[in-house]
């Protein structure tokens, strides 16, 4: 135990009492701290090792909190994706609906072309959607620098040819350069001599004679109808090479749409496109003012980066004119060669080459040689065909491949064209181009004018005459009716003519004859009594009808028979006849029919031509009649006297003096009921007189046509007749008399050039198998797109899908004008619905991936948050109680000290 002296100079116990108060000062400082700022951990003093791992463990969880957000803005993203994809997928399908709506066979040309509109405006749309779709300004589909590849309508540097009309593969030709199966397999090509792979073949490769290359693939026991060909493009500095080979210069690119660039130094954004070889070839650049070596940085890649390449394969077979005939000539008919222009020609082909044949003449024109017909662009033209040149088969084409024939027949010019990249050998181009017939029209335009009183009634017609101008086209017409074309641009050569037409009657009226009863005749139509003479009768005598009644006894009741009948008995009524006689005065009238037969002759003339027609026209007509007669007739009436009916005993008359008076065709009953009844009615006609009135009528077929067709001389070939009608109405042929002459006049008058195009007939052999080279892959990187998952580096989730333009779906040449290209459409929509289904999957896979890590990565946080709160955040409860113990034993301290102060004031009182 401690006992402290008082003291003047140090007053130990105020120290100590200070010092102690001075430490629990100093731990409620901190205590009050701790409660204020909720942390146990407010300085690196206050816990240094725990301060490290709660601040390790803030960088984490604000890392974790941020990756989370990263996460919902990647499902963000695959959210826009899937919602343009979504609408790709229903263009898809309507473009599946309209390709096979096009492959029916109820639908023209025309149904197919208007069904192609709306699927050419769907692929449009969807380019745009791949070209503009993004999220947050980055593009989803769009990759600058990668080209769409389509086919226009077909790429033609590449063709399987065929042997002669068979389907069997004959070959390879590239740029019109042909290697034959043999020729394939000499260069190293995996193949049999059917074309078929023994094995897969990938990127064989081998370069053409100009130095292009060409790559090949093919799988095992595929024919050459399935192969693919490798295309790489790459930029330089005069132009873009495909395959080694110069497609296009930097000027020669067209920018949105505009042809040429003057500025090749510098590239404005926009899309650029160039054709090659049937591919429209086009690309994006986004960058504002690319120069040059921008554009072939990004068109060529790194080190790392290989340029974007594409393959090219058959997609479907199909039907294909051989050496295809076009081109047209258009001679002028002169005076000189009006004996020539009309012959007919053919197109004669041999193994030495191409001439004219005049069929007219048999005589042909000079043969122009294979290798002496030029291109009709450059200075290529065929060459050693059939010949071995440097171990391949070459018919050395460029890549049109089009060659013009011009060459005459004595003062007949000939100029047409023909295409070889589609046929496989000399043979086959004679059998195809030999004995094709050269058409075309010959005009001489000219008018046919009709004058006179009655040219109204005049028509001129036939397959040489315009009914909207009335101009004759034929040159065979007009050369043999005398035109002379002396002047062929604007003749005024004229020839004359007229045409007349004659009615002559050949039947004239018949009228039937009346018959010898007015009731037998059916041509009556009415009657009317003119007048009646007054009624005569006469008495003639009593007459008898017979009946029977039943016998009765003397009480009046009926006398039954053994069988229960009644026994009837006869008996006799008186009746009194009276002949009644008549005389009328009549007057009918019938409508009689009958026919006129006319001959109309036709007779024309035009310049040294004449000709004549005729036609028989037979006219109904009818008439009325009018004729009186007198009408003669008597009739009996009958009245009953005795209603009751007596035997011959009760009468007292024998049955032999009434049995001439016994009416038994009279019913009883009949005349009882009915006694003013007339029987007998007889009639006579006498005093028969018949008078016509009226003229004859054919009213009813007034506006008949009849018409005459008078045709000059036929002609053959390509031209008609010349044919002039005259139509005359009914009323206008019966109001002429016989043998009446009616006429009007013709003029020929020639209008304009005399002239003939001539025309290839285009050549109806076809290959039956050949391929089209239609169906285009691109080979181009992924989309990649990293989200930040987690707090650490490296820990992230890699987006990878595809960039999507028209070429990248297959669809770069899709199109409904033919069934054969719907039929294509068909596969190219399904295909690209699988691509199109792959991608939406994808990003539906990735959303779903992202819930799921954003869910584990809240939990990560919380859990996370717990284990740093533990560390670092206040106890409330333990800091509350140790400040009111430093509350305490402050106020203990203070105390304490106040009294060790007051020791010293009991020192100082003891000193005074």
Avoid at 886 to 910: C, F, K, W, Y
Wanted: aromatic share 8%.
């Amino acid at each position: 135990m401690s006992i402290y002296m008082n003291s003047v100079i140090n007053n130990m116990l105020s120290m100590n009492s200070n010092r102690q108060l001075g430490i629990v000062t100093n731990r409620k400082a901190k205590t009050t701290e701790k409660l204020s700022s909720g942390y146990k951990i407010n300085r690196s003093a206050d816990n240094a090792a725990g301060l490290a791992i709660s601040e390790k463990m803030r960088r984490q969880i604000r890392g974790l909190t941020q990756a989370s957000q990263n996460m919902q803005d990647g499902v963000s993203l695959c959210q826009v994706a899937d919602g343009w994809l979504n609408e790709v997928h229903d263009m898809l399908h309507r473009i599946n609906e309209l390709a096979v709506k096009s492959s029916n066979g109820t639908m023209t040309p025309a149904d197919r072309e208007y069904t192609d509109k709306e699927v050419q405006s769907l692929m449009n749309e969807m380019e745009r959607i791949f070209d503009t779709a993004d999220f947050n300004e980055i593009p989803l589909f769009h990759q600058p620098y990668v080209p769409t590849v389509r086919a226009i309508p077909e790429v033609t540097d590449t063709q399987v040819f065929h042997t002669g009309t068979s389907e069997a593969p004959g070959g390879l030709e590239f740029n019109n350069v042909r290697y034959n199966i043999k020729e394939l397999q000499n260069l190293g090509l995996n193949i049999d001599d059917n074309g078929v792979a023994k094995g897969d073949i990938s990127n064989f490769e081998f370069k053409l004679n100009d130095g292009e290359l060409v790559s090949l693939n093919l799988s095992k026991d595929d024919n050459l109808d399935n192969i693919s060909r490798n295309y790489e493009w790459k930029a330089k500095d005069d132009g873009i090479y495909i395959n080694n080979k110069l497609a296009t210069t930097w000027s020669g690119l067209t920018y949105n749409g505009v042809a040429g660039l003057s500025d090749t130094s510098h590239f404005q954004p926009g899309e650029y496109s160039f054709s090659y070889n049937g591919m429209e070839i086009s690309f994006n650049i986004d960058d504002r003012e690319a120069d040059k070596e921008k554009v072939m940085f990004s068109i060529n890649g790194d080190e790392i980066t290989k340029p974007v390449n594409w393959t090219v394969s058959a997609l479907s077979s199909s039907s294909r004119s051989i050496a295809p005939l076009t081109g047209s000539v258009t001679d002028q008919i002169t005076a000189a060669n009006k004996d020539d222009i009309f012959d007919e020609y053919k197109l004669s082909a041999n193994a030495d080459g191409l001439a004219i044949y005049n069929v007219t003449d048999d005589a042909y024109s000079n043969r122009i040689a294979w290798k002496d017909i030029p291109l009709s662009s450059g200075d290529k033209s065929i060459a050693d065909w059939g010949k071995t040149v440097n171990s391949n088969t070459e018919v050395k084409f460029d890549n049109d491949s089009v060659f013009r024939v011009q060459t005459a027949y004595k003062d007949v010019n000939f100029d047409f064209s023909f295409k070889l990249s589609q046929v496989s050998s000399l043979e086959e181009v004679i059998s195809t181009l030999d004995g094709k017939d050269f058409i075309g029209p010959l005009q001489a335009p000219a008018k046919l004018t009709v004058s006179g009183s009655n040219a109204s009634k005049v028509r001129l017609g036939s397959a040489s005459i315009t009914s909207e101008s009335d101009k004759i086209n034929a040159f065979r017409l007009q050369k043999k009716y005398g035109r002379s074309f002396s002047t062929p641009d604007n003749s005024t050569d004229t020839l004359t003519g007229s045409i007349t037409w004659t009615k002559n009657v050949i039947q004239g009226e018949t009228e039937p004859a009346y018959g010898n009863n007015f009731y037998s005749n059916s041509l009556t139509i009415s009657e009317n009594v003119l007048s009646t003479n007054p009624e005569t009768t006469s008495d003639g005598g009593t007459y008898y009808i017979r009946g029977t009644v039943p016998m009765t006894d003397d009480e009046g009741n009926p006398l039954i028979d053994s069988y229960g009948n009644q026994i009837p008995k006869t008996v006799y009524y008186e009746v009194k006849k009276t002949q009644h006689n008549m005389t009328q005065n009549m007057e009918g009238t019938r409508r009689v029919f009958f026919d006129e037969k006319y001959r109309v002759t036709g007779t024309a003339s035009l310049g040294s031509q004449q000709a004549s027609n005729s036609i028989d026209v037979t006219m109904p007509f009818y008439r009325t009649n009018k004729y009186t007669y007198d009408k003669n007739y008597y009739y009996n009436t009958y009245e009953l006297i005795d209603p009751v009916g007596k035997t011959t005993e009760e009468m007292g008359v024998s049955y032999n003096d009434i049995s001439g008076k016994i009416l038994n065709y009279l019913d009883l009953n009949t005349v009882s009921s009915n006694p003013d009844k007339k029987y007998n009615y007889q009639t006579t006609y006498s005093n028969w007189n018949k008078t016509e009135t009226g003229t004859k009528v054919s009213d009813t077929y007034a506006n008949d046509q009849y018409t005459v067709n008078v045709d000059l001389p036929g002609l053959t070939n390509y031209d008609s007749a010349a044919n002039i009608s005259v139509r005359l109405k009914a009323s206008e042929l019966v109001a002429m008399t016989n043998g009446e002459q009616q006429s009007a006049n013709l003029l020929f008058q020639a209008t304009g050039k005399a002239q003939r195009t001539l025309l290839p007939i285009q050549s109806s052999h076809h290959l039956t198998s050949e391929r089209d080279f239609t169906q285009i892959k691109l080979n181009v990187p992924k989309k990649r797109l990293d989200i930040q998952a987690g707090a650490e580096a490296g820990q992230h989730i890699r987006m990878e899908w595809d960039a999507l333009n028209l070429t990248l779906i297959g669809m770069g040449a899709t199109n409904t004008r033919t069934v054969e290209s719907s039929q294509r459409a068909i596969v190219e929509t399904k295909n690209a619905l699988n691509i199109i289904s792959e991608n939406r999957s994808t990003f539906g896979a990735y959303q779903n991936r992202m819930e799921h890590a954003i869910r584990m990565t809240d939990n990560v946080v919380e859990n996370t948050t717990y284990s740093e709160s533990q560390i670092r955040d206040t106890d409330m409860s333990k800091a509350m109680m140790e400040l009111a113990k430093d509350n305490i034993l402050e106020q203990a301290g203070v105390t304490i000290l106040a009294q060790a102060n007051q020791s010293r004031q009991g020192i100082l009182n003891l000193l005074q």
